[in-house]
């Protein structure tokens, strides 16, 4: 998938073993884990799945974020936000910033 050419709003599918390519909502999910430590530096994958009435409870998290590997299960998720907009390109702009 062509980083370079997502729009806010697109629609991606999203498989094993791909890095998300942009911060995205998970529309459908099956079995969804993604390893975010690249930008929170957490060790461990974490589960993703779309929110639902039935799942709003238990509190799912839906959201993915560029950079992020999956490590299993796939998904489609629309495109929330590409470039330096993105979580990864905000922390990449601040930390620019400090070392001006």
Known sequence: MDT???LVGDVCVIMTG???PA???V???NKLSCSESQLTGEPHAKNK???TNENMESTPCPFIVQGSLVE???CKAVVLAVGNRTAQGKAGLA???EAD
């Open 4 to 6: 370079a050419e997502l």
């Open 18 to 20: 791909d890095m998300i």
């Open 23 to 25: 911060d995205c909502l």
């Open 27 to 29: 529309v459908t999910s």
């Open 49 to 51: 799945e779309p929110l």
């Open 72 to 74: 299993s299960g796939e």
């Open 95 to 97: 930390m620019n910033m």
